[in-house]
């Protein structure tokens, strides 16, 4: 039976960049050898990087003044590299979810850090408004999309200050002004590749204001001097986001896949909202993610939670269990899944609202 | 034509290995889900982390006391996590070559670096002996294989203090006393696993030493206490580390592919030293990597080497052009280059002799 993949992340790809990877797997380029076994250096693989930046800067139309990078490991590490290199004295933090409280708790180790505004009083259940950001701070760090709690900032916040946001569970899924921003940072394993690199946005005005000796790999010039290549960069992973760059210039870019993200997310919406048997977690539209929806049964239904997991896992949907901290469902609808799987849960829905 | 995989890293890895990959960017443990879109905790990638974990256990045969974990990214990110984790007052590091020399510099930012020697002075040609060690140093920090010089420290050394070693390019390729070693670290893109996820080996008593605050992705804690899953790791790069500890496992272990490494080495070293076009540039047999075999031509047939480079890629030989900082050759014989390949490579260098 087909598999309907709603795992939050590492998450669904395209078919594209599964294919092509497996096949590069056992031979890259023409190369006769793995994609996991040639050189960083190769021309081969030198390309693919370049490619892979290039189409990231095309994609999201990066003005100039910025440098697109790839760096190992995931978005975690970004949070204490970002006030490593950004923080002289105060940052602005909003604590939208428990990725932004870390990002936060990994800046006190750097400078005073002020809380403008936290949504922690209904489990972040939706986005603060309305805060003030002193103007004297170094940045304002923001968490996009909130994977866990299912909300979404999905505006470019203009507020005066330099804007650093952590993009992990929405970058390519919307357009974005970029020039809003001094350094976005995203995990790959959502909209882009297999878990293991993190591609960041950084505007090079931003960077050398800060007097403390940065660690040579947590030092954003480093990886920008040398095109992402100071030291070996994760060549597969790597190689599987210039596919998915590719799939999405092929399919017509970012605004196109945010149309289709729209659809397949008020489809969902639209059935959680009608069905009397669930509920969303987050109440305004405004603060809903297009990426990651949560909903819980309705509390009359509540003991029925069990049996519409049954129901959805025996129609092949997978990876719709919520998060711990807040239960029930979450169907994660990044760019790769197709509408149908959506089709296929808000079926389900319907078919357990008629048994029950 | 079958290629003859020499890269210095990332390099060849076992056919077994590369074999399972592609399957499992297909369809991993049968999940109809690729590797690269299935959720890091999901059982059966719970289950791929635990078994690699074991297997290197296992393999290297770690005492209790120790702790092994997967963290993203490289060794070079490692060069600033040992001194932010271990590092007091003062450290000792052996300086052996550029990459030694890096993680020296690092070191710098955390408190006093004392280099104990250093064989810059030859081109790293050889390993410094008889150097001593301060004994109030937290720790002294070698670099075991030197990948762009060919050298190699293979014994383990007892000097009194406290012993970390990077041995990103010969963990797995010979038997080690763990016990000597405090940390131990190693890029995957060698012996185990293509780029983008390190392998360290922890005595957890080195640990909690420090005043300083450590950031948490940077914290060895922080990935034992939550065995390697604190975050995302790098979920592919970890299932193709498994495979090819099971590789290992199958095929005798560490003490049998010590043997073979040995008489591979042996094998290229002897046509080195009796083949008169061809120079060694690490003259003492005690300090020649059995990992990375570095020649040049002999100074009267210096204008050759591009006829032998020709030679040799006619032959499917790759990635056997040496480091710029050595000029000349550099055959990898990690643990996965079958014999043949360097059989290959000796019967270019006779065809070469005979021709000339």
Redesign the interface.
Request: aromatic residues 4%; hydrophobic residues 40%; charged residues 10%.
């Given at each position: 039976?087909?598999?309907h993949?709603f795992?939050?992340?590492?998450?669904?790809?395209p078919e594209f960049?599964?294919k092509n990877?497996?096949e590069a797997?056992?031979n890259f380029a023409g190369?006769?050898?793995?994609?996991?076994?040639?050189?960083?250096r190769?021309k081969e693989f030198v390309e693919v990087m370049e490619k892979a930046i290039a189409l990231v800067k095309e994609l999201l139309d990066v003005p100039a003044g910025y440098e697109v990078i790839f760096?190992?490991?995931?978005?975690?590490?970004q949070?204490?590299t970002v006030p490593y290199n950004l923080l002289n004295k105060k940052a602005a933090y909003l604590n939208t979810g428990s990725w932004a409280a870390?990002a936060q708790?990994?800046a006190k180790?750097f400078g005073e850090v002020i809380e403008v505004a936290s949504s922690k009083d209904k489990n972040y259940n939706y986005i603060p408004k309305g805060f003030e950001v002193p103007a004297d701070v170094d940045y304002l760090h923001i968490t996009s999309n909130n994977t866990i709690y299912g909300t979404e900032i999905k505006t470019d916040l203009d507020l005066g200050v330099r804007l650093v946001a952590d993009m992990s569970s929405d970058i390519f899924s919307r357009p974005v002004d970029i020039s809003k921003y001094d350094i976005i940072y995203a995990?790959a394993?959502k909209n882009l590749?297999?878990?293991?690199?993190t591609v960041a946005i950084v505007k090079e005005d931003a960077l050398g204001k800060v007097d403390r000796?940065i660690?040579?790999?947590?030092d954003y010039r480093t990886h920008i001097d040398k095109g992402s290549m100071?030291?070996?960069?994760?060549?597969?992973?790597v190689y599987?986001a210039l596919q998915t760059l590719t799939w999405l210039k092929d399919n017509g870019g970012i605004q196109a896949m945010n149309k289709k993200n729209v659809e397949k997310a008020t489809l969902l919406y639209d059935e959680i909202d009608n069905n009397k048997f669930f509920k969303a977690t987050v109440e305004a539209q405004e603060d809903r993610s297009i990426m990651n929806i949560c909903f819980v049964m309705n509390e009359e239904y509540a003991e029925l939670e069990k049996d519409f997991m049954e129901l959805a896992t025996s129609k092949g949907c997978?990876?719709i269990k919520g998060h711990r901290s807040v239960g029930g469902f979450r169907a994660s609808t990044y760019n790769a899944l197709p509408r149908e799987s959506v089709e296929v849960l808000v079926a389900a829905m319907k078919e357990f609202a008629s048994k029950h």
């Open positions: 039976m087909k598999k993949n795992y939050a992340g590492p998450s669904i790809l960049t599964i990877t497996a797997v056992v190369t006769g050898l793995s994609v996991m076994e040639v050189s960083h190769s760096v190992g490991g995931g978005a975690s590490t949070f204490c870390k708790k990994e180790l995990g394993q590749a297999p878990s293991g690199v000796a660690p040579t790999m947590l100071f030291n070996t960069p994760p060549v597969l992973p599987a997978v990876g």
